[in-house]
């Protein structure tokens, strides 16, 4: 795998610690404490119950049960990108069932969500295999788990964009509109201001428009996003751009177009599908004692 984006542990941590906060309480697992006995052991292995996914998160789940257990032995079978199949086993955990019983939805919880992100990216990206179009996320993520949201979109083989408000200048309509009030030629006056502002970092413009794409390819601005456009106007887009900027199709965005869109000649193609529309992957744990 390349450009996958490091998972930054210490905001993992912090959701991990939430995580495990909301589930105990102040009572702890309550169940568990009642009715295993504390020198049990027992061994545990996590089991692909889908048809085909794409596993992602495997080291945060062994994060999440070695939070629980300290002493949890945790062996990965699978890694991180390899697509699995039904029945197939995922990992293998030893030592305290209490320990296991605890993490084990909490850990889940994370793998599941994870694998459902990689796997939609792999369903997206399999759709332009046959162009030179890269699939790209959002910032349509769920709070505090960007940065494994995007880890998992690259994971599972499609690109990112920005990670935030910081990395990248993107002058959308709002901001255009608000450029307007001091009258025309909003876009060349809000690129000339970020350019000024942040020299360091590349602008982005959204075009709602063939007039704006031919404004803002003007500007000499890096990216230009066409905003729910048609084929056939994204395709006079790519004309009028002529390759100065990067253009990236965007709203609108279905599966059944990602092919099409690839032949066109766009540079991008980015939907919020990838990680705001996912399903959780169903991965079982499976218990068994030992004496």
Known sequence: MSNIPEIDWQRVDILIDLAVSEDLGDRGDTTTLACVPENARSRAVLICKEDEMVLAGINVAERVFKRIGKDLEFTALKQDGDL????????????????????????????????????????????????????????????????????AVAVGGAGNHRIGLYDRIMIKDNHRELAAIEGDGAIARAVSRARAAYPDLEIEVEADTLDEVAQAADCGVEHIMLDNMSNDEMKKAVAINAGRAKLEASGGITLKRL?????????????????????????????????
């Open 259 to 291: 092919a099409s869109i690839g032949q066109i000649g766009v540079d991008f193609v980015s939907s919020g599908a990838l990680t705001h529309s996912v399903r959780s992957m169903d991965i079982s744990l499976d218990i068994e004692v030992l004496k």
């Open 84 to 151: 699995c199949v039904r029945g197939e086993k995922l990992a293998v955990i030893s030592g305290s069932a209490r320990s296991i019983l605890t993490a084990e939805r909490t850990a889940l919880n994370f793998i599941q969500r994870l694998c459902g992100v990689a796997t939609m990216s792999r369903i997206y990206a399999r759709e332009l295999e046959n162009s030179s179009c890269i699939v790209l996320d959002t910032r349509k993520t769920t709070p505090g788990y960007r940065n494994l949201e995007k880890y």
